[in-house]
């Protein structure tokens, strides 16, 4: 193994690979991650992109991060290239403006975040971490766009139904695990211990027949419960 790479592996570090272009935007997707102490930022220019193949067999990312500076067409571009080529990384997309076909086309893999450039930089290093452990992060304002953009069909009706099983408080721990959030992290917005989020978690999958925090996550942003 590389020497850089064992260096990440034996400090515990997640590995991200930014791609970016060499703009304002840029430089503050690149500094927004380099200031989290638990990441590995290796970056690429995205005029240089022809060599992501090289990249990702020599760095060997847990995440990719690629930043949308018009429209997103080229990251889905990218995205499904990546897929066809054998490499579907968990990836986020810092974007300018909300691009609905790009978030549609996130929310149908199985770990993707969506951020946009104006939002504060701790949500860019939650989204990072989040996609790195498998799930996907949607800020609410993204969220609440897609889904408000859409009619509701007759299975989100009853989804939303089912939603009525859940205790006010449920539905709050559902929502904030809906966003990549971990135990801590939601027990410190709702200021409870993490043994509470985890008896919430539990009835929750009792409740409504999870078996995966992954399932969980996906059913909650079905059902539409940013709304």
Known sequence: LPCILLEAIMRGLLRVLAITPDSLAGLSVCSALSDDPKLDLIHLPQDESNLLPQYLNEYRPKVLTLVATTNCQEVVDNLQSLSNNGHPLPVVVVALTYDEACVRHLLALPASGYVLITEPADLLRYAVHAVGLGSSWFPTSITNRFYGQRQVSQSETS?????????????????????????????????????????????????????????????????????
Not at 184 to 195: D, F
Not at 217 to 226: D, E, L, P, T, Y
């Open 159 to 227: 989804d939303r139904h089912l939603l009525t099983r859940l205790t006010e408080r449920e539905v709050e721990v559902l929502r904030l695990l809906a966003q990549g959030l971990d135990n801590e992290h939601i027990g410190k917005i709702l200021t409870v211990s993490v043994r509470t989020i985890r008896f919430h978690t539990r009835n929750i999958y009792d409740k409504l027949n999870f078996k995966s925090r992954g399932e969980a996550i996906a059913w909650a942003i079905k059902a539409g419960v940013f709304k």
